[in-house]
């Protein structure tokens, strides 16, 4: 997010840094009509240096499963990353960014392109929303993207069943689908943040290792998921068909372990209260 871009978006990053920090992220067990169950874990798509994210209760739960859920079954083709992108990224005459800001985030702009080596005039030929991505992701180079958990628990549960929630083409369709005047909302939100020296995605990392849900739950009010539209599309339209296809495949017998970015585990709309709104019982186990 992307926090929301860093939970939605894999970034393709530099790595930096070495070691591995110690992590405790959140974990639920559902039980829903008795027999059916399933396990949520918070991810993060990239982080800085690799985490040691395993434990006795994670183990467990990954070895009662035997279905995996993820939003993206295969982040490391990157030549499907980059078919998505030039079919769906790429439009000729969008004009300069700094055209498609609002005239107070112009300096702000400047200011990140500068800081990050971007020129105004890259993005003619690429829409509103796919510029947003690109400077979030300039952003945020002190993070890698082959230290994302994601990539993580699919190796972890190399050989059970997986099923993707989303996919990239079907991740980055919900960008391009947003009318102009919210892309234009989305590039502002990003920009500002940017310009503030804020990095959403490391802040997000940070509560991630910690567990702290909270602070989770407090990034996915601000910034761009404040905005009401940007909301509905991005996270709560998203947790609802997860919640279905999650709900789908315990009704079908399956145990999945759901992997999913840790900010669609939080709050009213997050998976685990859509989840309790159809009588599932849903318990933080870790």
């Known amino acids: 997010?992307?926090?929301?871009?860093?939970?939605?978006?894999?970034?393709?990053?530099?790595?930096?840094?070495?070691?591995?920090?110690?992590?405790?992220?959140?974990?639920?067990?559902?039980?829903?009509?008795?027999?059916?169950?399933?396990?949520?874990?918070?991810?993060?798509?990239?982080?800085?240096?690799?985490?040691?994210?395993?434990?006795?209760?994670?183990?467990?739960?990954?070895?009662?499963?035997?279905?995996?859920?993820?939003?993206?079954?295969?982040?490391?083709?990157?030549?499907?990353?980059?078919?998505?992108?030039?079919?769906l990224a790429k439009s000729p005459g969008q004009g300069p960014l700094s055209g498609r800001v609002a005239a107070e985030q112009r300096k702000n702009l400047a200011a990140v392109l500068d800081r990050t080596g971007l020129k105004d005039g890259d993005f003619a030929g690429i829409e509103t929303w796919a510029a947003a991505l690109t400077v979030a992701q300039a952003s945020s180079r002190q993070l890698d993207s082959a230290n994302g958990i994601d990539r993580a628990v699919i190796a972890a549960m190399n050989g059970k069943q997986i099923e993707e929630l989303e996919g990239r083409e079907a991740q980055l369709s919900i960008f391009d689908r947003l009318p102009e005047s919210e892309q234009r909302d989305l590039l502002d939100a990003i920009v500002a943040d940017a310009a503030r020296g804020r990095d959403e995605a490391t802040d997000l990392a940070t509560a991630w290792r910690r567990g702290d849900m909270d602070a989770i739950a407090q990034e996915s009010r601000r910034g761009l998921l404040a905005d009401p539209e940007l909301r509905e599309a991005l996270f709560t339209a998203r947790n609802r068909r997860w919640t279905a296809r999650i709900t789908q495949a315990m009704k079908r017998g399956d145990v999945a372990f759901v992997a999913v970015g840790a900010a669609h585990l939080v709050g009213p709309q997050g998976v685990p209260a859509m989840l309790r709104e159809q009588g599932c019982a849903v318990e933080r186990v870790q």
């Open 1 to 87: 997010m992307r926090a929301p871009l860093a939970v939605i978006v894999t970034l393709a990053l530099a790595a930096c840094g070495s070691g591995t920090d110690p992590a405790s992220p959140a974990l639920w067990q559902a039980h829903c009509a008795d027999t059916q169950q399933a396990w949520l874990f918070g991810t993060v798509h990239a982080l800085e240096r690799p985490a040691d994210w395993r434990g006795d209760a994670v183990d467990k739960a990954m070895a009662e499963a035997d279905l995996l859920m993820v939003e993206l079954a295969d982040p490391d083709n990157a030549k499907a990353s980059a078919q998505v992108w030039e079919t």
